[in-house]
């Protein structure tokens, strides 16, 4: 087994018990290990193993009931074990950010990859030379969006001998937004100027609709449908104009919000065959904030049942008790996400038990310091907590709790460690 999926860990990762010797990931789940139990030093993130398989399962069956792809993306989790998963669960392939991580996700397997970003330094345009000319058959394609960054491009592709042209997908932005092309005029100038030149090979048309995602439907529809018209009509016109160089055309967009109003305008019939994917990340853990009140929207739209489900929990020890209504959980930036909205208590497990009660609805965590939470309420529930019982944590925002931790156990519905996966930021 490759070692970036079975790396060894040990004591100086956080949340590892502090007396076991090193593990390689793969041994992890036969330790007996239970986190109720306080066999592993807190706070720990944790991931449910059931709803984990849930969630792969039910996008990708979301995926593959319209007719589309699923190419993940990986900076969520950047967890090879994950992308594995993932893979096999029938994903096309998987979506990076940067080279860096499209490395990772090599090496853990995968064979498509899509770096949602514009590529143009020479560093990161010659290790994916390498990376190509290492691994026959290996797709990777990056997005364009200007032609400077072309020009930037053709100019390290004079400098190397005999290299690959690179496979690349014009970007459609939205005014005020990110990157990509800001109108169909512009769009089209630079689908002229990708055909024509030795350096890159046009295979399709890309576009990111997240940013603007409010979860009310009416008002992300017509957003949604503005901007999808416009990849639509870009990928017509070049067909039209036989600008792409390839015989297969794709499509892509969706993140984790709003990926069902992407997701029609991917099947789009042209003279070649299309293959329309999306890129949700966030949905193989989801989440108890930001993308559950997104998940509310979409199952009310689409009638799809419960949809994703919560597999992400941070667990923490009440550590002080310091005045009436007030408890400091020895948990903080350093270990759960803030950015999106602060963590939400789940549950408390009584010091000395196993037993969980859910946390009272007017427990919150009203500020984050590096390593302290801030646990207010104000009913019997909160005045009976003492030191050393745990708080269960939801969170808002998968991508940022991950990039806290280098390796997470897999639970069973009684926190159980029955597996693990670890993390390359």
């Given amino acids: 087994m490759p070692a970036v999926l079975d790396p060894l860990v040990d004591s100086s990762f956080k949340g590892f018990p502090h007396h076991s010797a090193a593990l390689n990931l793969s041994q992890i789940g036969a330790q007996g290990w239970n986190v109720l139990k306080g066999d592993l030093p807190l706070p720990l993130a944790v991931i449910k193993r059931d709803v984990l398989q849930h969630n792969l399962t039910w996008m990708q069956n979301f995926a593959a009931s319209r007719g589309l792809g699923l190419a993940p993306h990986g900076k969520t989790s950047m967890s090879p074990q994950l992308f594995r998963r993932q893979l096999d669960a029938g994903a096309w392939g998987m979506t990076f950010a940067t080279v860096t991580q499209a490395r990772i996700g090599v090496a853990a397997g995968t064979r498509a990859c899509l770096i949602a970003n514009q590529v143009f330094a020479d560093g990161d345009l010659t290790a994916l030379d390498d990376i190509k000319r290492s691994h026959p058959g290996l797709r990777v394609i990056f997005l364009v969006d200007s032609v400077a960054q072309l020009m930037l491009i053709e100019e390290w592709h004079q400098r190397h001998p005999a290299p690959l042209a690179f496979e690349v997908l014009l970007e459609i932005g939205v005014p005020g937004g990110r990157t990509g092309c800001r109108s169909f005029a512009q769009a089209m100038n630079l689908a002229e100027w990708l055909h024509d030149s030795a350096a890159v090979r046009l295979v399709g048309v ?26 639509q009509n870009v990928a017509r016109a070049c067909d039209e104009q036989n600008l792409f160089d390839a015989d297969e055309v794709l499509l892509t967009a969706g993140g984790s919000a709003i990926f069902d109003l992407v997701a029609p305008a991917l099947k789009l019939q042209l003279s070649r065959p299309v293959t329309g994917l999306l890129r949700s990340g966030c949905y193989v853990t989801h989440d108890q904030g930001t993308y559950r009140r997104m998940m509310s929207a979409v199952v009310e739209r689409t009638g799809c049942g419960a949809g994703l489900e919560a597999a992400l929990e941070v667990w923490a020890l009440v550590q002080s008790c310091p005045e009436p209504g007030l408890a400091i959980l020895a948990v903080g930036k350093r270990d759960i996400s803030y950015d999106w909205a602060m963590p939400t208590p789940l549950l408390l497990c009584p010091r000395g038990t196993s037993e969980l009660q859910a946390a009272p609805p007017d427990w919150s965590i009203t500020q984050l310091n590096d390593q302290h939470a801030y646990l207010h309420g104000s009913g019997p529930e909160h005045a009976a907590l003492q030191v050393g019982d745990t708080v269960c944590l939801g969170i808002s ?27 390359c930021f």
């Fill in 206 to 231: 890309e576009c990111y609709e997240g940013l603007g995602a409010s979860g009310d439907t009416a008002k992300d529809t017509p957003i949604t449908s503005a901007l999808m018209d416009v990849v």
């Fill in 397 to 423: 925002h998968p991508c940022t709790t991950f990039d806290k931790w280098r390796w997470l156990p897999l639970v069973d519905a009684d926190y159980n460690v029955v597996d693990a996966v670890a993390t």
